[in-house]
């Protein structure tokens, strides 16, 4: 008899990463887990303040990704999924997430329900802030020295000069 090749039914599930197009991520959760696809779209709760009212929202931690949890014969489904752009690689291959990332992920959000991801390489010396929380809440001014997380700003809107030691995540870049 033939040695025919062996179809693997029973392939392994990893976490993987895609890139979804922008303001998608739950968008794309939402149709992946439609399509019976585990998913992962972590996200953080916020109060938008508009003229008339306060609503609380979720947003995705990150901007354009979501967390897939499948094996090799479902990647086309994921693909072809509405919103989806393609997978994020990593030496020529779709990058592998360890299960311990996505539960430290899921611990951190919930042990801190306010984490926010800032990308610290669009923070730069000179750049003008606005601080969004604290004792100087709303203050504008300048970033004089940044600090693995926390920055010191300079603000000058006081009639005098004042420094300030602020978290990074309590910043919104005004430039």
């Known amino acids: 008899m033939e040695n025919l090749p062996t179809i693997r039914t029973n392939m392994p599930r990893r976490w ?18 439609l399509q019976g696809i585990t998913s992962y779209c972590p996200t953080r ?14 947003l995705p931690i990150f901007n354009s990704y979501v967390f897939v949890f499948i094996n090799p014969r479902e990647e086309l489904k994921v693909r072809v999924t509405l919103g989806v752009l393609n997978f994020v690689y990593y030496m020529g291959k779709p990058a592998q997430v360890r299960d311990s990332v996505i539960e430290d992920i899921k611990h951190c959000l919930e042990v801190f329900p306010d984490t926010e991801v800032l990308a610290m390489q669009y923070l730069e010396v000179g750049d003008r802030v606005k601080i969004k ?39 919104e870049l005004i430039n």
């Not at 991520?25 to 887990?33: A, C, H, N, S, Y």
């Not at 303040?49 to 609503?55: G, L």
């Open 45 to 58: 709760k916020v109060k938008n303040q508009w003229a008339d009212r306060v609503k609380e929202v979720e």
């Open 133 to 171: 929380e604290g004792l100087m809440n709303l203050k504008e001014g300048k970033v004089l020295k940044i600090q693995e997380r926390t920055v010191i700003v300079v603000i000058d809107t006081l009639n005098c000069v004042l420094t300030t030691k602020v978290a990074i995540n309590s910043l």
């Open 16 to 33: 993987y990463v895609i890139y979804t197009r922008p303001r998608w991520e739950k968008k794309v959760d939402e149709l992946l887990k």
